[in-house]
C-alpha cells in the first residue's frame, strides 16, 4: 500500500515539472530597482500680497465697525420698546412697538453680517490660493467681525426673548 502511494507522489510531483522553453526573467525589472534620489528642490516662492484683496479687507471691517456705532445708538429704544412689550400680549399696540423696534435693530446689524459675508467670499478665494501671505490679515479680519455679529446677535436675541 505504501509502494502505491509513493508511487503517485513521485508521479504527481514529476507532472508538475515544466518543459524547457522560453520564459520570463524573475529578476528585478528596471522600475522595481531603487530609484536614485534625486536633490530636492526649493520650494516656490510665497505669491506676493495682493493689494486689492487687502483693500477689500479692509473696507469690509470698515463697514462692520462703522455699523457698532449705529447699533449702539438703537439699542436703548429697542430694549426700552421690548422692556414695554414683555408682559404686553402677542399683537397687542405695545408687543407690534417692541417687534418694530427689534427689527430696526437687526436691519442695523445688516452691517456686521454684510461685511462677514464679504469676508467669507475673500476666504474662499483665498482657499484656492494657499500659501498666500494675506491670509492672516484676512483671519484676523473675520475674527474682528464675528465678534462685533456674536455681541450683536445676543443682544437682539435677549430683546425677542421678551417678546415671546
Known amino acids: 500500500m505504501i509502494t502505491r502511494v509513493t508511487a503517485i507522489l513521485v508521479l504527481a510531483l514529476l507532472s508538475s515539472c515544466a518543459a524547457p522553453g522560453a520564459y520570463p526573467s ?9 530609484q536614485l534620489v534625486s536633490p530636492e528642490v526649493p520650494p516656490p516662492p510665497l505669491p506676493p500680497s495682493d493689494p486689492a484683496l487687502l483693500g477689500r479687507i479692509a473696507d469690509a471691517l470698515k463697514q462692520a465697525r462703522d455699523g457698532v456705532p449705529e447699533f449702539e445708538a438703537a439699542l436703548p429704544a429697542a430694549k426700552q420698546a421690548a422692556t414695554r412689550a414683555s408682559g404686553a400680549a402677542p399683537e397687542s399696540d405695545a408687543w407690534i412697538q417692541g417687534q418694530l423696534m427689534v427689527t430696526r435693530l437687526e436691519r442695523t446689524a445688516g452691517a456686521a453680517r454684510d461685511a462677514l459675508a464679504a469676508l467669507d467670499d475673500e476666504r474662499r478665494f483665498l482657499d484656492q490660493r494657499p500659501g498666500s501671505p494675506d491670509i492672516p490679515v484676512l483671519q484676523s479680519a473675520i475674527a474682528e467681525v464675528e465678534a462685533i455679529d456674536a455681541r450683536q446677535s445676543q443682544a437682539i436675541g435677549a430683546l425677542l426673548a421678551f417678546l415671546r
Open 26 to 34: 524573475l529578476a528585478k525589472r528596471s522600475f522595481e530597482k531603487p
